[in-house]
């Protein structure tokens, strides 16, 4: 089973992204290639689909960190909006453009999100399903590549992160967060069900 797993670097002025940090850990591992993309709408969707096109994974976890969430949120749609929130890390910002010009208004998420969301828990780690993945470079890469796989056998889906303590501890604002040793327990947790779902199939 191979399964390519992307993280995004730092962006919005943080010095750390928890979903960098976790890909790193778990990257090369057994069959797991690990990717993490820049934060920039131009370059992000190209070097994914690059990735995917020259791996060849059975399935594409991407992962990205979702500040004011207090619990991992496992999502389950991707819409074809970009409204930015914040400038990417080029210093663009943009308003009201679709992902894919013509294409769908949103795609489902292929992972067994519900599986998924049950192995998490069992973990002991919150988790929860969510209907929005926000209209900023997370959503874009998941319309992307769903997009990109529609009709193909390859499952894809996206998983937002709360914040490392020691982002919250860095900033000024009160945010929940949540530790680098729970991120991991509970892509651990997924990636397992996502192995096992792919055996069952064969
Ligand atoms: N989170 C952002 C983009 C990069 C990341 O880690 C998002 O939720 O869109």
Redo the contacts with the bound molecule.
């Keep these: 089973m191979r399964i390519l797993l992307t993280?995004?670097?730092?962006?919005?002025g943080s010095a750390l992204?928890?979903?960098?940090q976790v890909v790193e850990q778990l990257a090369g591992k057994t069959t797991v290639q690990g990717l993490v993309?820049p934060?920039d709408g131009q370059q992000a969707p190209q070097v994914l689909l690059r990735a995917v096109d020259s791996f060849r994974p059975q399935a594409v976890v991407c992962?990205?960190?979702?500040?004011r969430r207090a619990v991992i949120s496992i999502e389950r749609v991707a819409i074809n909006l970009l409204d930015y929130r914040i400038a990417?890390n080029t210093g663009q910002i943009v308003t009201d453009l679709p992902v894919v010009p013509g294409g769908p208004a949103a795609h489902f998420v292929t992972l067994p999100v519900r599986e998924m969301l049950r192995a998490v828990q069992v973990a002991g780690v919150p988790a929860e399903l969510s209907l929005s993945?926000?209209?900023?470079?997370?959503?874009?890469v998941l319309y992307t590549v769903l997009h990109h796989l529609a009709g193909s056998s390859v499952l894809a889906g996206f998983v937002?992160?709360p914040a490392l303590p020691e982002q919250v501890a860095a900033g000024s604002e009160r945010m929940p967060s949540m530790s680098l040793e729970a991120d991991l327990r509970a892509v651990r947790a997924i990636l397992a069900v996502i192995e096992q779902a792919a055996n069952s199939a064969i």
């Design positions: 993280g995004f670097e730092p962006f919005g992204n928890p979903s960098q993309l934060v992962l990205g960190e979702a500040s990417d993945a926000g209209a900023y470079l997370c959503n874009q937002h992160l």
